[in-house]
């Protein structure tokens, strides 16, 4: 007799629904507690999210900068490796992105403009993560540890610069001067109006497809190429990868550079494609959540997507909610927490349960077959 084999549908898919819908469940009673109609909640964070195009544009926006994030924890995790990083690298990407529009954004045409600072954002990002990496991989330092330490570094640095190197003389906000109008990013609504089509003014902008782009990229080199093999080899077995010969320190190195400029990539969409200048904490907290969305995702970029969608959800209609309510808006923070709980900490325990319930339905369905 054949074993059974459960599906990736059901470790995935299903069990993430459940998941979720476990912490909305509890997400339910929070709500009561603060007199709060769960259905009416459901129903205002569903319409500001997805009822009207500019919730749509809002959503899609959030989801954006999540997808860069996402996908930065993803390869690192590929490769066994826990890049708490992001938010200093997204940071620094920031840094590099900024200076190609304050320098260059008012010289070059924007076709020239856009892949240097796709360019400057991922180098300054990758270069951040490089040296965590450098010292995992040649001195033994632990990446968890440097990376939550660089985040630190990049806040000081940024901070400096903010204050005594890009801030206009006579202003008194830590933040650059506005970039050159040429150097900003198309939003979605000016796009659509040039094909005859109208969509409310959002802050999503053309960087959502560059983020598509890199998903399917990240998808390409990590199931598609040598260097791909390379990283999940070490994430499964580093003693076994080392056996077949496989460079332990260029493979850290590697998906560490490659997260680090795919967290870079973050500052196109808010600096260059909604705020136009650099200002302080612009990342504010999107390199954190990323490890939930690659989480939730299982590391794969069509989950990381998905994801993306959720928190995207749960940030603007957790905005909707605050605005109808009078809640503080901090209550999204606890919807990501409750969803984070059960996706993450708690994501084994409904697992056993679920296969049981898959494996009786699939052993009675043979034995209907065989007995037909």
Request: hydrophobic share 55%.
């Amino acid at each position: 007799m054949s074993q059974v084999r459960i599906p990736a549908w059901v470790s995935v898919g299903v069990l993430s629904a459940v998941n979720i819908l476990l912490a909305f469940l509890v997400s339910a009673i929070l709500f009561y507690y603060l007199d709060i109609n769960p259905v009416d909640a459901a129903k205002i964070m569903w319409y500001g999210a997805f009822g009207t195009g500019e919730g749509v544009g809002f959503t899609l926006y959030y989801a954006t900068g999540f997808i860069f994030t996402g996908l930065s924890v993803a390869v690192a995790f590929h490769a066994g490796l826990f890049n708490i990083g992001g938010e200093g690298q997204a940071y620094i990407g920031g840094l590099g992105v900024g200076l190609v529009c304050l320098m260059l954004g008012d010289v070059l045409p924007f076709a020239l403009l856009l892949p240097l600072s796709i360019i400057a954002g991922g180098l300054f990002g990758a270069a951040w993560a490089f040296i965590p990496a450098w010292l995992q991989a040649k001195r033994g330092s632990h990446i968890v540890i440097t990376t939550i330490m660089f985040n630190f570094i990049a806040a000081s640095l940024m901070a400096y610069l903010l204050v005594e190197v890009f801030k206009p003389p006579g202003s008194m906000a830590t933040e650059s001067k506005v970039f050159a109008e040429a150097s900003w990013l198309p939003k979605m609504s000016g796009l659509a109006n040039l094909f005859g089509m109208e969509i409310p003014n959002s802050p999503l902008n053309i960087s959502f497809f560059w983020a598509l782009i890199c998903a399917a990229l990240v998808w390409v080199i990590i199931w598609h190429t040598r260097w791909g093999y390379e990283i999940r080899s070490v994430g499964a077995s580093q003693s076994a990868s080392a056996y077949a010969g496989i460079s332990y320190p260029k493979v850290v190195i590697l998906a560490m550079v490659i997260s680090g400029m795919l967290s870079g990539f973050f500052a196109l969409n808010v600096l260059q494609g909604e705020l136009h200048q650099i200002k302080l904490n612009f990342v504010e907290g999107f390199g954190f959540t990323g490890i939930a969305v690659a989480l939730m995702g299982r590391n794969h970029p069509v989950g990381v997507i998905i994801a993306s969608l959720l928190f995207g959800f749960l940030y603007q209609g957790g905005a909707e909610l605050s605005f109808e309510f009078g809640v503080d808006r901090n209550i999204v923070v606890v919807l990501q927490g409750l969803v984070i709980l059960f996706c993450g900490a708690l994501e084994h325990m409904m697992r056993p349960r679920i296969e049981q319930l898959y494996l009786a339905f699939a052993n009675r369905s043979a034995a209907q077959a065989k007995g037909v």
